[in-house]
T-cell receptor, first 111, second 111 residues
Framework: EAQVTQNPRYLITVTGKKLTVTCSQN?????MSWYRQDPGLGLRQIYY???????DKGDVPEGYKVSRKEKRNFPLILESPSPNQTSLYFC??????????FGEGSRLTVL | SQQGEEDPQALSIQEGENATMNCSYK?????LQWYRQNSGRGLVHLIL?????REKHSGRLRVTLDTSKKSSSLLITASRAADTASYFC???????????FGAGTQVVVTP
């Protein structure tokens, strides 16, 4: 089944404790992206990657890192999480310039 | 800042009625996409319309695009309770890869 898989789906952590949210897709898509969703703000793009070893900042990259060492994986790294990074995070992928396929989301709470 | 903004923010209708929501954006686009989200789940792609297209249909969905007014509309005909969801427009400009979402329209369809 074609899918985008995110882990963990739910996480509660404390300020400053490094964490990684993994994202994997099995559709051989070149493009992958991370979004955060906050009430009233819709989805805001954090980082995206057009292909392996190619990453670019979205609209809200501060406090986040990404890497794209393999085509299927695009982890989101929070080196020192803060409470304002409490959010619902979505990973998405696509082939070419068409529709995005989304994961089910990762709900992160930073205390 | 967000590229696309949906209007209205919320819409409540009865089954069988049509639902129309609008999306306005600020800069020239290559394509505009509509997505649906059920309560905190991942987004699902509905329709993509390119800048040289004016109207597209998919089942009970009709999307129009007016590039002179920088606006798009999504019409759901003969709505069903299962159409209850949030609907988002997303725009992609010449900066391929930066797909920006609006804040969404929350649609409630009552039986």
């Amino acid at each position: 089944e074609a899918q985008v898989t995110q882990n963990p789906r739910y996480l509660i952590t404390v300020t400053g404790k490094k964490l990684t949210v993994t994202c994997s897709q099995n559709m051989n898509h070149e493009y992958m992206s991370w979004y955060r969703q906050d009430p009233g703000l819709g989805l805001r793009q954090i980082y995206y990657s057009m292909n392996v070893e190619v990453t670019d900042k979205g609209d809200v990259p501060e406090g986040y890192k990404v890497s794209r060492k393999e085509k299927r994986n695009f982890p989101l790294i929070l080196e020192s999480p803060s409470p304002n990074q409490t959010s619902l995070y979505f990973c998405a992928s696509r082939k070419g310039t068409g529709e995005l396929f989304f994961g089910e989301g990762s709900r992160l709470t930073v205390l | 800042s967000q590229q696309g903004e949906e209007d209205p923010q919320a819409l409540s209708i009865q089954e069988g009625e049509n639902a129309t929501m609008n999306c306005s954006y600020k800069t020239s686009i290559n394509n505009l996409q509509w997505y649906r989200q059920n309560s905190g789940r991942g987004l699902v792609h509905l329709i993509l319309i390119r800048s040289n297209e004016r109207e597209k249909h998919s089942g009970r969905l009709r999307v129009t695009l007016d590039t002179s007014k920088k606006s798009s509309s999504l019409l759901i005909t003969a709505s069903r309770a299962a159409d209850t969801a949030s609907y988002f427009c997303a725009t992609e400009t010449d900066s391929w890869g930066k797909l920006q979402f609006g804040a969404g329209t929350q649609v409630v369809v009552t039986p």
